[in-house]
């Protein structure tokens, strides 16, 4: 069996760039295999911005629209671990 690591975290806001350290020493530190960052309140994230959390490894994500007040999800994750096959809402 196959064990997979999975970081799920309200990071309540990502417009500091204090908050920006912590997420990436976190996600560098525990080397997950995917992470789920909620409430991050930013209106874009581009490829740079996840490399800077994630670090050097292989990796894609997925940035969901905004929908109403929410603040924003971003699901990062290590290509090499998993494998992406579609993203829905239930609304």
Known sequence: M???MIIAWNVMGLNFPNKR???KWV?????CDAAILVESKLEEINRNI???????RPFDWIFP???GRSGGIIVIWDT???EYVG?????
Not at 87 to 91: A, V
Request: glycine share 6%; proline share 3%.
């Open 21 to 23: 350290r912590d997420v």
């Open 65 to 67: 629209p905004l929908v």
């Open 87 to 91: 993203f829905f809402y239930l609304f």
């Open 27 to 31: 996600l560098r530190k525990y080397c």
């Open 80 to 82: 090499q671990a998993l």
């Open 50 to 56: 996840a490399l800077s959390f994630w670090g050097g």
């Open 2 to 4: 196959t064990t997979i």
